[in-house]
């Protein structure tokens, strides 16, 4: 290109009036989302300029501040009816504020407030050379085993960057069910996957163990985020757009305006199918169904505890969130393709995180089949298709992930010389040398199975009843049977906590701090609460349960 044309291009571009418009964010609605992510910032520059006695207490304080800061704007939004009349599209079509957004990202926050407060644990080792531990590695960059390693545990060193890095994930699972394009879908995965993947690594305990966990997990999560990717891609150049609305138009048909560009391939239903496939196997694998759970285990049992109940229960409420609204609010057009789909994925989710559970003897082995099997009873309400359906589950998740950290919790406290005594022989006569704890590790084995007066029973009976009124009768036999052969398990480890012989080597049961007594008491309460009374938080959810679109 010549010099004058080059130049003719600039004073065009210069005398053109058309300017770029400025972005319209609506600042106030994005309140719960930006002050976390502001905190994890906080967090960052706390790591470089603190000392390191002051950075465990300051970072413990601003991220619980944050969170609960958070949560009261999550309530002052929902007082000002964003979650019913003054539903809407924010920051320029990214964001969906909706009841359902708001109900997820209350869930997150709570859930991470308790999640934190076992991360803060510092009580249940015994001192180490004078200092204070917790369940993370001294220092995450040294080789396990190392002089370096050595030198950092008497020194007392601990990673203090778990709580900016649990902020950021936070951070993402708050869009991820808040994201009304498959742009910001994307982004929100990998923001709050990649702080998880170094999460998982950090154990103070068994730390090959947890390498190889975070290791599994990057790998495999890399695999799900590239077929999200992909799907996207396919569905862009279906629709035309990355907007759910304008995509939710073209599958109806309803849209008049073609772009020239994509004109030949708008419209072309194997693009669409294979894309949305795609974006459901990426979204399958967060919630861990079948046959995209092959993670789970592992990483739940190589994680530190802590953290494998943040993610438990956290990362869960996400996914399902961004799932129901994918498939509520996007591919309600598709429905009698996707349905049959989700049907046997449901089936085989119940079945085999049900029926896998009893053989396992690791005591978090156990708990990760058991989540698979939950998501499989959380998939029934998804299928519904119908507004019961989508508060059934929004309650669900609500009541589960509660249960799940106050579990986890629970199983940091068993410990012998070697750390966490996670495998089940360990257990036996628990509840005669440590009554209390075996009785409140029971009431949340109780709630998993689904026993009545617990929130398990609620929630189940919840999703069970959408399913069942949304016409998939069938899958709630397929669901009761498999309750039915999950309780068996839970069951048996309560057996054997109460009527089993304590052996005299067995661990024993660490006096934990007020943090890790709260979390427990929470989870209790909650547990008990959302089983007595549950009509209040039923009608919440329900009221919850309508999408913007």
Known sequence: MSATAVHSLWTTAAGSTDKIPAPDIEYGQLAPILIVVGAAVLGLLLEAFLPRRARYQAQVTLTLVALAAAFASIIALAQAGYGTSKMNIAAMGAIAIDGPTLFLQGTILLASVVAVLTFAERRLDPETHGNRIDSFAAQAASVPGSDSEKAAVRAGFTTTEVYPLALFAIAGML?????????????????????????????????????????????????????????????????????????????DGSVQTIDPVLAETMGNDALLLIGAALILMGLLFKVGAVPFHMWTPDVYQGAPTPVTGFMAAATKVAAFGALLRLLYVVLPGLRWDWRPVMWAVAIVTMLAGAIVAITQTDIKRLLAYSSIAHAGFILAGVIAVTPEGVSSVLFYLGAYSFVTIGAFAVVTLVRDAGGEATHLSKWAGLGRRSPLVAAVFAVFLLAFAGIPLTSGFSGK????????????????????ISSAIAAFFYIRVIVLMFFSEPKPDGPTVAVPSVMTKTAIAVGVAVTLVLGVAPQYFLDLAGQAGVFVR
């Not at 947890?210 to 891609?233: D, H, M, R, W």
């Not at 009843?465 to 709630?476: H, Q, T």
């Open 175 to 251: 869009v991820f069910p808040a994201a009304n394009d498959l742009l910001t879908l994307f982004i929100a995965l990998e923001v709050f996957s990649l702080p998880l993947y170094l999460l998982c690594a950090l154990a103070r305990r068994k730390r090959l163990l947890s390498q190889e966990a975070a290791v599994k997990y990057f790998l495999l999560g890399a695999f799900s985020s590239a077929f999200l990717l992909f799907g996207v891609a396919l569905l862009y150049g279906y629709a035309g757009s990355l907007s759910y609305a304008r995509i939710a138009d073209v599958v």
């Open 461 to 480: 009976f919840a999703v069970f009843k959408a399913a069942a009124e949304g016409g998939a009768g069938a899958l709630v036999v397929v669901g009761v």
